[in-house]
């Protein structure tokens, strides 16, 4: 399978990844930026290696640094292979991460706990030479600044370079659909922390990015009104996930919650416009989302 690369500019570039399961083009995707520096940006995972790295040879890319936004291998999971491909380019990630990608073993079973078959078809995670890897707290170079934003999950950082934001999944997934209506849901697997995700997320608007890169898909030139909307729509979830605790059993509160949602939450409501791969596809992350709620309300 090729990747689809997009060209944005003469300096930006997503190429799409190509993943074995149904429902899911159009969804992962690794970043490329050039500028003082040439920048991959989470890389995707481990079973499309080949198909990244010849879109990179096409566009003559051979990065200065590998920046990871977190370690979940639908973003990160190539690393291992890319880390021999590109074994001089150092990798830049949280530090809680390091012992993950030295030693992926706890990570690869992790993946297969959450994600099912998921994982198989994203491909096992490789161990990564701890001699390229450097901290993302304290990493400064030319124009890339680098903000912790723990929330999606603990070890998450984001990116800005130069207007671009590149958030990985700290401000939840977003895309449009072919009617240009927008798609934007929570990811917020177990464990959430969700006053830490919505801190991380108005720490992101105080610093005005131009553009937002998303890890699920594409960008937009709205990033304030996008993080608005997404803590509003993080509010509205655990809301109406509280209710539905209180008020019905445990079989059912899935299907009523989602019900409500569909009503209430007008980004989410695009998706009864999908196709029945991508409602699969969705349905699964979405009811992974309201699983993290659900932990976070017992422990709150």
Known sequence: M??????????????????????FN?????????????????????????????????????????????IHI?????????????????????????????NPNALWKGSVAIL?????????????NKNL???????????IKTIETPGHSAHSVSFIIDEH?????????????????????????PKLFLKTAIKSILKLMELKPKKICFGHFGISESPDRIMK????????WENIIKKAVKTESPQSVFEYAFKKL????????????????????ELFFIKNSFNGFLQYLNEN
């Open 2 to 23: 090729q990747a689809n690369i997009i060209k944005y500019s003469n300096s930006l570039y997503l190429i799409e990844l190509p993943v074995n399961l149904l429902g």
């Open 26 to 70: 159009n969804f992962i995707g690794a970043w490329v930026y050039k500028g003082e520096k040439t920048l991959l940006i989470d890389p995707g995972p481990a079973s499309t290696v080949e198909p990244l790295c010849n879109a990179l040879e096409k566009i003559k890319i051979i990065p200065d640094y590998i920046l990871l936004t977190h």
């Open 74 to 102: 639908d973003h990160s999971g190539s690393i291992g292979d890319i880390s021999k491909i590109f074994n001089k380019t150092p990798i830049v990630c949280h530090s809680a991460a390091f012992q993950h990608l030295i």
């Open 116 to 128: 099912k078959e998921k994982a198989y078809a994203y491909g096992k995670v490789k161990p990564v």
């Open 133 to 143: 890897l450097i901290k993302a707290e304290n990493f400064s170079e030319g124009k």
């Open 165 to 189: 934001l590149f958030a990985g999944e700290a401000c939840g997934v977003h895309f449009k659909e072919k009617n240009n209506r927008e798609y934007l849901r929570p990811a917020t697997p």
């Open 229 to 236: 909307k997404h803590i509003d729509q993080l509010i509205l």
């Open 262 to 281: 569909l009503l209430q939450d007008e980004m989410l409501a695009v998706f009864n416009e999908f196709n029945e791969k991508i409602k699969k596809r």
